[in-house]
């Protein structure tokens, strides 16, 4: 048996034998012997301070000091007295093997886990507490506690410090109405002392385009005043307020007792909203803050919408596209819905935009389109959309017959996902008076004399329209029945463009078949 008293690689070269015969042999080969290193642990708590009740994350690294890699390493790590594994405990980290940590538990352990060669890995699990310990609760793995198959034990405690205070905890959530497109925050604070606690305050900016909704619509067991908060400055809390603040809140009632704030919200465009309430400040029956809230996310989808092309006639069709997009990278978006009711035009003849008779509707959303024939709405439910992705909605829409001049600025409800509720489109459809055409024969009937008879034919356009327009064109191809008419001659052209035949090469009298007018203004 040998023993090395550092890790690292021995070379052991045996000299040559020597004997009686006077003569010595050679040396021996080499042999190698590695003596590894054991693996180094440290542990951390995520946050390092919680209220009763909270959780924290419990880290547990080893790092394997080694050119190899440590194998089959393992440890039991047992908690003090009341401190747990959380209700979720998550177990997991970067060791592989085994992570095991039972909710309500007291203990996180690994077995068969593999550190890499001059690396690290973690073994993680989220603890908490139900009893007050400003002190902190002391949680030690003793020197070898983390046993391998191949580097032996640790030889160095590791230990963190979890302290649980008494100051009240604020827990923070997004909840979603999709049916009726609205967005209710709840602010949840918990006392965490064994009496009742005043004097508590806390600040909730939000983040850019989140603002409070309109009509302004919530509750408030926590007393005080709930007053709008832009980060500077209080304000009577109305709707478009920039965030809300609390003042001289209470709770009468000991540990657990809470109480709720809950404010409705909107967003003027579509994003990944994240928000973070500050922690709760109380003034008796002792001074304390809290820590900070949980941040809770809001996935407001983006919504698009456009006419192609956005100027055409009364009974033209335009292409209303609707294009919906995640904004979240990692998050899919279901119960996707948006609804569009469209607006009315000129009431007093009782026209308006309607879906095309036929509506030609499409849907790469999934869920249901509803686009019916010669209706004046559009409504999807019950899509989904994966993350970062977009999908489009759409449909042929025209303005019924009889519409005059009009506009028709075009606003969606707002889009909406069990994720959460975005913002509308909106895009104007101009309906204009299309350019008319008269035609007249100047003389007719007419006398056929010599195989043939000739008639001036009078072409009138009519703009129609206040202002210039251009690229007016028409094609008129001539009858060939009972005969085929056929162009003679030019007598006049007042509008002005290009004039061909049907099909755009030049004239030739008594040969052409028709008429092409081209680039008039």
Known sequence: NVTAASAGSYDNTTSGVSSSLGTTGPVSNTANLRVLAPPVPSKAFSPSTIGRGQSSRLIVTLVNPNPVAVTGVAFTDTYPASLFNAATPSP?????????????????SLSGGTIPAS??????ANVTSDVVNV?????TLVAGAVTSGNAGSSTAPATATLVVNATPTIAKSFSFDVAAATTTMTLTITNNHTAGISGLSFTDVFPFGMLVDSPLTGTNSCGGTVEGWNGSSASTLAANAQGIRLTSGAIAGAYPASCTITVRVRVTSGGVYQNQTSGVAMTAPFTGTGSVSNAATLIAPIVIKTFTPNTVGANDLSRMEIQITNPSPVTALTSLAISDSYPAGNLSTGVFMQNAPTPNASNSCGGTLTAAASTSSLALAGGSLAAG?????????????GTVPDTYYNVTGRVRSSQGIGSTAADALYIVRAPTIT???????????????????RLVLESNHTSTINGVAFTDTF???????????????????????????ALVANSSTGLRLSGVT
């Open 479 to 505: 009858p060939s029945a009972p005969a085929q008419m056929r162009y003679v001659s030019t007598v006049a052209n007042g509008c002005g463009g290009t004039l061909t035949d049907a099909l755009g090469a």
């Open 135 to 139: 002190s902190g609760y002391v949680n």
């Open 389 to 401: 992705q977009s999908c489009v909605l759409a449909v042929d829409v025209r303005a019924n017959p």
């Open 92 to 108: 997991g980290g970067s060791c592989g093997g085994v992570v095991s940590a039972t909710a309500g538990g007291s203990s996180l």
């Open 439 to 457: 035609k007249s024969f100047l003389s007719s009937p007419v006398t056929l004399s010599a195989g043939s008879a000739t008639s001036v034919m």
């Open 119 to 124: 690396g690290s890995c973690t073994v993680e």
